[in-house]
């Protein structure tokens, strides 16, 4: 079955390359850059050259696939996120439909079920939108935070011994390895026997604090760790100076917002669909221990 993977280069879709290549599936890699995917051409993947925003390229990379999986990347320059959200999520349903793709896996997100209060995964919620109405067997994987967000403070932890988030730290989010994404994803597009439009929800072995990852840091790490409240108004300013879009930080504000009061799992059972192995003890010790030093 020839599958074809967009972000074949970042953590969950080069996670996803390699399970498929070991599985001995066909798999076509829809990347900008061929070099960082090299590895994988020399597998046997099929590399084709491009950008997900550019509708004629993708529609004809996927020409043949009987599978996909889409994931939409971050645009953090972009001035309007949930119109380039749309946009990408119009440019998959073209492919899906223009080439009668049988399966899809689409990776969205926990909070897609609300299509509002969730900053940038209120997008995904439109995306899920346009490929229900042209895809007859659909999962869309909604996990929970990435654990990887935590390497966002590396800086912080090495310089201030600190995370700092607009964030209660009492507040539990569903968090899950994008290892363990992977293995979803995978499991998913070689099981040939489920159908039909699904949503498939995905965390980690507990739901976690940000306490408790600033206390499981500061065990892992050997040195003191602490999770640091910011007003809303100080994040802002923080990511502003990193380069993010006005637009691209109001988003941003308003998914910790949903983390702080629950609304990001409003509407869902308290059990998920799906838990990964990695807990975030694991994730420190195998991730970002070796970062810090």
């Not at 390359?17 to 070991?22: A, F, N, P, V, Y």
């Not at 229900?132 to 659909?138: F, M, R």
């Not at 994803?185 to 026997?193: E, K, R, S």
């Not at 702080?260 to 192995?277: M, N, S, V």
Request: charged letters at 20%; aromatic letters at 6%; a negative charge.
């Amino acid at each position: 079955m020839s599958i074809a993977i967009t972000t074949p280069t970042g953590h969950i879709g080069s996670r996803l390359t390699e399970k498929l290549l070991d599985a001995g599936a066909e798999v076509t890699l829809l990347a900008r850059n061929p070099d960082k995917v090299a590895a994988f051409a020399a597998r046997g993947a099929k590399v084709l050259q491009g950008s997900l925003e550019d509708e004629a390229f993708v529609v004809e990379a996927t020409r043949g696939a009987r599978a996909l999986f889409w994931l939409t990347p971050p645009n953090f320059q972009t001035p309007d996120f949930r119109a380039y959200q749309r946009h990408l999520g119009a440019i998959a349903a073209k492919a899906i439909g223009a080439n009668d793709i049988q399966r899809v896996v689409h990776l969205s997100s926990v909070g897609a079920q609300l299509g509002w209060g969730a900053g940038p995964v209120n997008g995904l919620h439109d995306i899920e939108k346009a490929i229900n109405a042209v895809a007859s067997n659909v999962t869309h994987l909604r996990p929970g935070a990435f654990m990887e967000n935590a390497l966002m403070s590396l800086d912080t932890i090495k310089t201030a011994g600190a995370v700092f988030m607009p964030v209660s730290g009492d507040s539990r989010v569903p968090m899950v390895a994008t290892r363990d994404i992977a293995s979803a994803a995978a499991g998913i597009l070689l099981d040939q026997a489920w159908s039909g439009v699904r949503t498939t929800t995905l965390y980690g072995p507990r739901e976690l604090g940000y306490n408790d990852v600033a206390a499981t840091l500061s065990e892992v790490l050997g040195k003191p760790v602490a999770h640091v409240r910011v007003t809303p108004e100080q994040a802002r300013d923080a990511m502003l100076a990193m380069g993010l879009t006005a637009d691209m930080a109001g988003q941003y504000l308003e998914l910790y917002e949903s983390f702080d009061t629950g609304r990001i799992t409003q509407g869902l059972p308290t059990e998920p669909d799906l838990r990964g192995e990695t807990t975030f003890e694991t994730f420190a010790r195998t991730v970002v221990k070796p970062l810090i030093g």
